[in-house]
Each structure stands twice: as C-alpha cells, then as structure tokens.
C-alpha cells in the first residue's frame, strides 16, 4: 500500500470534522488490515505525524518500516467542503509540505508482495514505488484523481501502462479519455494498459470492466451519511484485503472484491474520517455483507427469462 | 393506463428529435404491451393525434376506448433541452392544450383492471380516474413529477394516500419530503399512504422500499444513450408489464419487475422517442435480462460471508 498519511479537516451538511488523521495510505491500510493479510505502507511524513498515529498503524498489525519522517517538515494537509448532496467539494487549502520531498523506499521485506496497491500520488512517485520491486506482483492496482490527468499527465500514461487495474471516479474515466459514455472510457482505459478498469460511483456503486465483460456492483444504500472522505481509499484497500483470501485473483475474484470495498467504504462514510473505519468490527462487515446480498437477491428472475 | 399521449420535441447532445409521439401513456401503453396483458389506456388528445398515430397503438392492441379526442383542440406538446450528462433538463415549451380540459372517463371494461398504472398527470385528474374504478385493484402505482408538488400538493398528497406504490426519482422524493437521504425520504413516504416507494435513479438503477426491506437493482449499462426522454414512463410500463405475468404482486414479484423495467426503459435511451420501443422484440428484451443476469451475478461471495 502506497499513498498520503495526512490531516485532513473537512466540513460537511453534518458539521466540521477539525484536524483529523487522513491519507490515502491511511483508509487503504486500515481497511485492508481488517481482513487480516500482512499490510505494509510506503508513504511520508513530517515532525507533526506523531507517535500516538503511528501506533493506530501498528496496533492493527501494519507495517510501517516504508513510512519515511522528514525531519523540519510538516505532514500533508489537506482542507475541503463538501456541499449539501456531496457529490461536489471543494478544496479550501492543500499543504503538500513533506510530500513534496518524498523520495519513497520499500523496505526488503516489501520487494514480493501479492499485491501492490498505488494510493493518491504523483505518478512519477508511483512508478519509483514499481521500480523498486524484485518480483512482479499477482494484481497492481493504481488510485488517482484528475488533479494528476492536469499536471502531470505523461508520468500518469506512463504508470497506468504497467498497472493491471485502474480505480477511478465517473469524471475522471470522461477526463482520462474524453469520452463521455463510461463503457467507451473503460475500454480506451483497457487499451492504454490495464486488463481491469474499477469505475467508482459512490452511492451508486461500482462497475468492473474487463475485457469485453463487465460486472455491476450497486452500493449499500445508507440512511447516515455524514463525510464522504476516504470513501474511495477504504473501497480500495477493501478490495484488496478480501482478495487477500484468495490464492489467485481473476475476474471472479474481483467481483467480490468489489462489492467488499463497497460495503466497507459504506461504513467509512458515516462518520468523519476514519473514525468508523477505525472502531470497526470484522462482524460489522459481515452483518453488512450478509445483508447487502439479502438486498440485491432477485430470487425469480432466472426462471422467467430462462 | 392513464397519462398524456402528446408530441414532444426534444435537442439532446445526439442530435435534435424533431416533433415526434411522445407523452407518459404512449411510453406506458408500448412498453407494457410488449408482455402481452390487455392493456388499455385512458387519456385525451386533439385534432393533430391522427389516427395513424392511434393505429400504431392498436397494432400492439391496445385498448383505446378510453382515448378522448377535444374538437378544436391541440394534443399536449413538450419541448426540451437535454446538457451534456442528461441529468439536466431545461423545458423550452409546454403547451397544455386538449389536457386543460381533460375530463377522464373510465370505460366500463376498465373498472375491474388488475393493476393501475397511473402515469404523470394532475394529481386530481388521477384522483378522479380512481373513482370511476367498480373494484379496487391489486395494485395502483402512481406516477408523478415536482411540478404538481409545487402547483397542487393537497391534491397530490389525497391522491398519494389511495395508492400502493409510488415511483419517483431521487430529486423529486428529495423535495416531496423535505429529507436528504432516500430511505429516510422513501420512510415518510410509506409514511403518506403508499406500501411501496420506487426510487428510479436512472443509469444508476433503482431501489424498492416495502416496511423494513429494500431491494437495490442497478441499470443495465449502456456504451448508446440518445434521449432520456420517455424512459421512466418506460420504466414503469414494463414493470407493469413484467408484473403481469404472475399471479400476485408481493415484495418478490415487485422485484423482478423493476429490474425489467429499467431494462425495458434502457433500449428506450437508445434513440429518439418511442423508434427503439415500436421496434424492439421480445426476443430483444430477453436477451438483454440475461444479460442483465449475467453482469449482476457474483458468484463466490456467499461462501466467503456465510
């Protein structure tokens, strides 16, 4: 797991969140460590990054020997509002401060992973993490955002055509490709690199595409919905920690996965931050899971259109 | 069946439609024929609604004995403007017409139906199709839209509290309850009458509320998306439609239908107006909820959460 250990502060229609830990890195280890397979984070931090944080990292078993302190430098901050349906926001302030200066190194123990998960960064950041490792993993993932498509979009072609799937929002699938229907944007994404494109749709769930197959996923419809933050790294370090229990990850596989990230980041959304994500119970999930089939079921179908 | 059969003429980013058949029971009545129950619509249009027009609705045989034409009257007409992401609508004209003076009246043969589908049209206009009924149907679904919660809620609240099932999309079950999430808003729905709520999300699928349970069903996903127009009135023909082929209408059966009505309604978006529905063959429609079956289907996760 790659990606950002930060503070975040947001406000939402259901209040102010204050400083709060944040991150990429931070949503995709928690959430993949709940699963229980071994989780380790290359990522940064500054002087303010302290050691009661590091210790919500290592009490879950993360591993934190990629997490580099810049001495002299604060940790990422990053500011928003979201407004009333959520859908939109707003950054008020972005600190990039000790990420900046990150030179990322993965430790030893990390060069043979399973399964490499690249969080928010800058692509050229992403792709030193790839180069630095002795065996190709089963399955990379890569999370980005249009910020990165802005700025520095050579560096992202150039990732995303060694990654063998791409996590990314609606808007972002139009931006990446300029084209407006998602399933013509998922298969020019196919042809740029990835055998897998995930398309995010937050409350409405999520599409797998693979080839000339595709999957859908809708998303656990919530009554409490109170910080849409880290929603998308919680999916994703969901996935990632249910494929964990499998030996090898095809399309199968990844169906689940999915639908796992989904109800996981539904449980992320209904509090600030990773306040949920954090107190969470491995018999939560399942609750949730067990429910979310119940409530996708259609018992009857088959047989009609037999 | 009750709603308009009216002209509509529509500019979406594929291209403008010119004037063309439109209207909710046109959409209802072609789409519920389709599964074959006798289906008969009531409604009202003008000197212009020629009969060639009402040939093609006989030709699918449907009932029109309760088709008023207004002498000296135009039909209903409709002109809109799709944006980019067709989730935005400007209306450029209404013309109300032969629908001002649209007294409706109920041919005997249709005062014991199974099922009432009643489409968009004054809350009072469907009130008073209500009363003309000798027996009360299985099942009454009402349509409607946020112009007549801002123009005669009474009417729509009265109307509301006599039927079973009520379909609307997320903005208008937003404004019709003054609540933010769904299935709060869907609760106080139930709440004014209706057993059932239907949130029709468009692309995004739709949702069922029944007392405590819910049932979510994504949307067929479509690379074609002309015009938006008609595909609700779609949606809940081919519900009634499907419906028709059981016996009874519980919670399970209530399922399977709005999965094919959103199917139905996602062949509807593929062109302009009614060209994919007069077309569209049974055979069509089967393979496409295969389809459906196919892309929704996850196989392993019951294993991994029991």
Request: contains cysteine.
């Amino acid at each position: 797991m790659a990606g950002t250990l930060a503070f975040d502060e947001v406000t939402t229609p259901y209040g102010h969140s204050g400083r709060m830990l944040g991150g990429s890195a931070t949503y995709l280890s928690f959430a993949a460590s709940l699963f229980g397979p071994k989780t380790g984070v290359v990522s940064v931090v500054g002087d303010d990054f302290g050691d009661e944080l590091l210790d919500k990292f290592r009490r879950r078993g993360i591993d934190l020997q990629g997490v580099q302190r810049l001495a002299g430098h604060k940790s990422f901050y990053w500011k928003g509002y979201y407004y009333e349906n959520m859908n939109r926001r707003d950054t008020l302030v972005t600190e990039v401060n000790a990420l900046e200066h990150f030179d990322p190194r993965v430790p030893a123990d990390f060069r043979r992973p399973d399964l490499v998960v690249l969080g928010n960064l800058h692509p050229a950041v992403q792709a030193r993490i790839l180069d630095q490792l002795d065996a190709r993993p089963q399955l990379i993932v890569l999370d980005t955002m249009n910020f990165w498509m802005d700025t520095a979009r050579k560096e992202l072609d150039a990732v995303i055509a060694r990654v063998d799937l791409l996590m990314l929002n609606e808007e972002e699938a139009r931006q990446l490709t300029g084209e407006f229907s998602i399933i013509t944007a998922a298969k020019h994404i196919m042809q740029m690199g990835p055998d897998y494109v995930v398309i995010k749709r937050g409350e409405y769930g999520s599409l797998l595409f693979h080839a000339d197959a595709v999957f859908m996923a809708p998303a656990y419809p919530l009554e409490v919905f109170r910080d849409p933050t880290g929603a998308g790294d919680t999916f994703a370090g969901g996935f990632a920690g249910h494929l964990s229990r499998y030996e090898s990850f095809g399309f199968n596989e990844l169906k689940d996965a999915i639908i796992c990230g989904a109800n996981l980041a539904s449980f992320t959304v209904e509090d600030f931050g990773t306040r949920r994500l954090e107190n969470l119970h491995r018999d939560e999930l399942r609750e949730r899971m067990r429910k979310f089939v119940e409530i996708t079921h259609y018992p009857m179908l088959e047989r009609v259109y037999e």
